[in-house]
């Protein structure tokens, strides 16, 4: 479970203090898929970055399954990415010169997963995402479709407790971009993860769950239901 | 993370960039395989030195105090020949003037399949074995007013005994040492008595002249040896010279090369910066970034390294067999006395310091871009790119 509590975080540039972050408070449970809403410059971006150690935050508190990641030093900020968290980002983030099967190996390996466990899991993968045979193939041959799938077969493949993804459907047309949310969702609900998603397409807000709308860094209170 | 997979990213990057790989390796076997060549081009001007020097009349290693039972026992490993001179103060005199000199008693045929001596004759020829001729040099045949075919009139200091000796060559060397003051006869035409035996021992050019030494004086621990190093101190202080300048050389170019290597390498990591930063959101702790580093400039180092030794071998050993001539420039140069022919010459020094070096300065190169993927925060890299 992640629990966030009152987390800011500001950035110096040319225009002074800008505030990416302000009093953010929210939680997310095993199992559950959270879209985070908003524009561009809205702070998605930076929360995912805080959640996932990649920033740090300037207040509060990010509570990850009983640890608060905020007071890591930069040794268990490295191995909390290791072992509990995954990045999906918007495009490329497939390393060129290694091969399908090499970049499902990497998460791997870094988790100490080798030998027959290993070619195991990154056939299960390939199988999974319907890219079987395609362990030889170089990045630079894939489709977008095809490269992004690959991108979260290796962001779950060592099976982490939180799945973080950034845009992950800009590169996609819509309906490729679909396919994916709907097999981020499903996968997170079988195996246990906390998913957050972060993305400014409307089209796909009615498949979460959960919408956490933010604006200048701000939580924006949730949309009241319906009446009747 | 294993050792092994890291070697094997770092295989497969250098593998998959093979145009940036290409190009940095380039540089790096030019530099070793020059450096190999230029080392062993060192070694070989240093070996043309000391050959030329000790072999136009000295040897490597003079000896004194030795009695003529005694010579048999100076042919120990290493030494490929023992010439053994008979010395005896004389006076020269023609018609006109008297000249005092050493003259060395010799044996001309050995005399002339050791040492290239004969071949400073100006003049005449060398003397005959057997004969009873005298082989002088341009400043005494000068100041004694003599030519060749003249008889010149010994007298030893011990008695006034005279013989006369046929003036059978003229030789000048542009040595001041062997210009002055010296003659040479065959042993059996010196004026008995007073006669003083030196040996001069020729050693093969692989033998190494310490342990010669070493054998000699325990050998015969009455007689004197004395290396071509202290009685010709100006070479090996020049030899020293040489190597200390070859050091500079190499240092001085692999630091221009490491820069090059430095910079292109940065400029390679930059480009893939992104990369990086997926890898470090991926839990790359700062000790996976520097090892995967270094593995890449080790395994290219290494690769280049080694192919620039063997193309720096290949190169000397062509120049070996065909010799480089610098006549041109030496025909005033007492060390290049007898041949302008270099040989470049390996030897384990010159054969393993480019690449060391190459080694030493390829992991130093690699520094400067560890340093800045390590420092460089993950969210800032994957923002920026």
């Known amino acids: 479970m992640i629990t966030i509590s009152s987390l800011s975080k500001q950035f110096v540039s040319g225009r002074g ?32 970055n805080c959640i996932g150690t990649l920033e740090t935050p300037d207040s509060g508190s990010i509570i990850c399954n009983g640890t608060d990641i905020c007071g890591l030093n930069a040794r268990q900020r490295a191995l909390f990415r290791r072992r509990e968290v995954s990045f999906v980002f918007q495009s490329g983030n497939l390393l060129p010169w290694l091969t399908v099967a090499e970049n499902l190996q990497l998460p791997l390996e870094l988790n100490a997963i080798t030998g027959a466990d290993q070619l195991y899991r990154i056939e299960e993968l390939l199988d999974t995402f319907g890219l079987a045979g395609y362990e030889k193939a170089m990045p630079a041959e894939l489709s977008g479709g095809e490269a992004q799938r690959i991108a979260f077969a290796r962001a779950i493949a060592h099976t982490p407790s939180i799945l973080l993804a950034d845009e992950p459907t800009a590169s996609l047309d819509s309906d490729n971009g679909r396919q994916l949310i709907e097999l981020m969702f499903s996968l997170c609900h079988t195996k246990g993860m906390c998913l957050l998603i972060a993305t400014h397409d409307q089209e796909l807000l009615g498949m979460a769950e959960t919408v956490i709308a933010l604006k200048d860094g701000k939580l924006l209170p949730p949309a009241p239901a319906p009446i009747g | 993370m294993r050792f092994a997979f890291i070697l094997k990213i770092a295989t497969l990057i250098l593998l ?17 395989a020059a450096l190999v060549f230029l080392s062993a081009l060192a070694v070989g001007t240093n070996d043309a030195m000391i050959r030329n020097s000790t072999g136009l009349f000295s040897g490597h290693i003079s000896g004194s105090g030795i009695s003529e039972d005694e010579a048999a026992r100076l042919q120990v490993a290493g030494v490929e020949q023992v010439l053994l001179r008979r010395q005896q103060p004389v006076i020269l005199s023609s018609s006109s003037s008297l000249e005092a000199v050493s003259l ?11 040492t290239a001596f004969w071949k400073k004759t100006v003049q005449g020829r060398y003397p005959a074995t057997g004969s009873q001729e005298i082989y002088l040099s341009q400043e005494s045949a000068k100041r004694l007013k003599l030519q060749v075919g003249d008889n010149v009139t010994l007298r030893t200091h011990q008695s006034v005994a005279l013989k006369q000796l046929t003036v059978s060559g003229i030789y000048k060397t542009g040595i001041s040492q062997l210009d002055q003051g010296l003659a040479f006869c065959p042993a059996t035409a010196l004026p008995p008595g007073g006669q003083e035996l030196s040996v001069a021992l020729f050693l093969s050019a692989e033998a190494p002249i310490d342990e010669v030494l070493s054998t000699l004086r325990t050998r015969l621990p009455t007689a004197s040896f004395t290396p071509w ?12 010279l040489d190597y200390i300048c070859m050091a500079i050389v190499i240092v001085l170019v692999f630091a221009i090369v490491s820069v090059g290597i ?9 480009k893939n910066l992104r990369e990086h930063g997926i890898m470090k959101a991926m839990g790359f702790m700062a000790g996976d970034t520097a090892l995967l580093l270094v593995s890449q400039v080790s395994l290219l180092t290494v690769f280049a390294a080694t192919v620039g030794t063997l193309l720096g071998m290949l190169t000397v050993a062509i120049f070996a067999q065909v010799g480089i001539d610098i006549g041109a420039f030496t025909s005033h140069n007492q060390y290049f006395s007898v041949s302008g022919m270099l040989y470049p010459r390996l030897t384990r020094l010159a054969l393993f310091t480019p690449p060391l070096v190459a080694m030493v300065f390829g992991l130093a190169a690699a520094i400067w871009p560890i340093v800045t993927i390590i420092r460089k925060n ?8």
């Not at chain 2, 998959?16 to 070793?32: C, E, G, K, Q, Y």
């Not at chain 2, 430095?262 to 930059?270: A, G, K």
């Not at chain 2, 993950?378 to 790119?385: K, N, T």
């Open chain 2, 104 to 114: 060395l008693g010799i044996d001309p045929l050995q005399e002339q399949t050791a």
């Open chain 2, 16 to 32: 998959r960039s093979w145009r940036t790989t290409a190009v940095l390796s380039f540089m790096v076997i030019t530099a070793v």
């Open chain 2, 229 to 240: 190093m202290e009685f010709m101190p100006d070479l090996k202080q020049l030899i020293d």
């Open chain 1, 17 to 48: 203090h800008v505030a990416a972050l302000s009093d953010i408070s929210f939680s997310v449970e095993h199992g559950r898929g959270v879209i985070l809403a908003g524009r561009s410059g809205s702070g998605k971006t930076t929360l995912l």
């Open chain 2, 378 to 385: 993950p969210a800032d890299i994957l923002r920026s790119v």
């Open chain 2, 262 to 270: 430095s910079c292109t390498f940065l400029i390679f990591t930059l």
